[in-house]
């Protein structure tokens, strides 16, 4: 494979980054923590307004067809500034998913989401492909539509968004429908999690729900949303991890004691050593799977591979950030907090590092010797 990144990757992070440097400041993050909704509305209108939501999505809903390494390069990036907005899950899977899979009039809400004028997201906390199912939601048929009950725990920008993929049960297999969050027989209940990020549990009853594809290839639609989810997720945490060990190291040169940096000293500086191993590992895998994801390559060991690192090496590197800085380190006002947070949620989020160790050997067992 071709590690150079391509022009519009550059571009793209670019122009993100910049956004981004321009709005996302400490005393902004503060304010977004005591917010009641951790959403960052100005930043999400400025990243539309420049046209980086639609930029790697098909032609067929206004974008410029790039794929996963244009997109990974915009999620690194907003990692990078723990950026409060919903990219990977209103822009990468809900309106990626109705691109690919949805009706003309579903592809309507991704042509909108590309402009971000609304908001998708979807609902894959408990869908765990390397165990058996678990249907806490199941669909019937009722007269011409489908009817959804069941409940959903730690759903992204619920309570901000139009419309909700929704992964259910119908006689033993996955099929996936778009829900409308509004509708009377929806509970929508916020969460309060690692990070306060916007994120809340559903509870469906008898809910009226619309197919998404077929139900012939359900699996297949929440395959694609699973892979890309934990692959925007690692993206997401390289980012996150790059700019932590960044503002850890630069506090290593500035802070003194007993009249030294506290960098010099052997034990911080293999710390800082460890965690820059542990980023460009992180940065190889998420490359790798990005990559045979964007050339249709099987790229699911590669997509496990790289989300076992994000919580791995996520672990080991937060708590060297906080570590490091010593009693600044857990003081709540202080931007390395954000970036602790950040990268213990991106750890847990849709499983952890032993859930994606045993994916990898369910793949590696029942491949033929």
Known sequence: MDFTPTEAQADLAKLTGEVCGKLVTADRL????????????????????????AAALPESVGGSDFGPLEQNAILRELGKHVAAVPYLWSVVLGAGALATFGSDIQRDWATQAAAGSVILTAALAEERNWEPAKPTTTAVEAGSGWRVTGAKLAVPFAAQSVRI?????????????????????????????????????????????????????????????L?????????QQLGTLERALEHVADYAREREQFGKAVGSFQ??????????????GLRLAVTKAAWRLSESLPSAEAVHTA???????????????IHVHGGVGIDRDHIVHNYFTAAK????????????????GTLLAETPA
């Open 227 to 235: 892979t890309r989810a934990w692959l925007g997720l690692s993206a």
């Open 307 to 321: 989300k076992f690192w994000a919580a791995d090496a996520g672990h080991r590197v937060a708590h060297t950030v």
């Open 345 to 360: 949620h991106n750890e847990f989020a849709l499983g952890g590092a032993t859930d994606h160790l045993r994916a990898i």
């Open 165 to 225: 993929l929704v992964p259910a049960t119908v006689s033993g297999r996955a099929v996936v429908f778009l829900v409308d969050p509004s509708d009377a027989s929806v509970q929508v209940t916020t969460q309060q999690v690692t990070d306060l990020s916007a994120e809340y549990s559903l509870e469906f009853t008898d809910t009226p729900a619309e197919l998404v594809g077929t139900l012939d290839n359900g699996d297949e639609i929440l395959d694609w949303l």
């Open 267 to 280: 034990a911080v500086a293999q710390r800082l050593a460890d965690g820059y191993i542990d980023v460009q």
């Open 30 to 53: 503060r304010e977004l923590d005591k917010a009641a909704v951790r959403f960052d509305e100005p930043l999400w209108a400025s990243l539309a307004e420049t046209g980086v939501l």
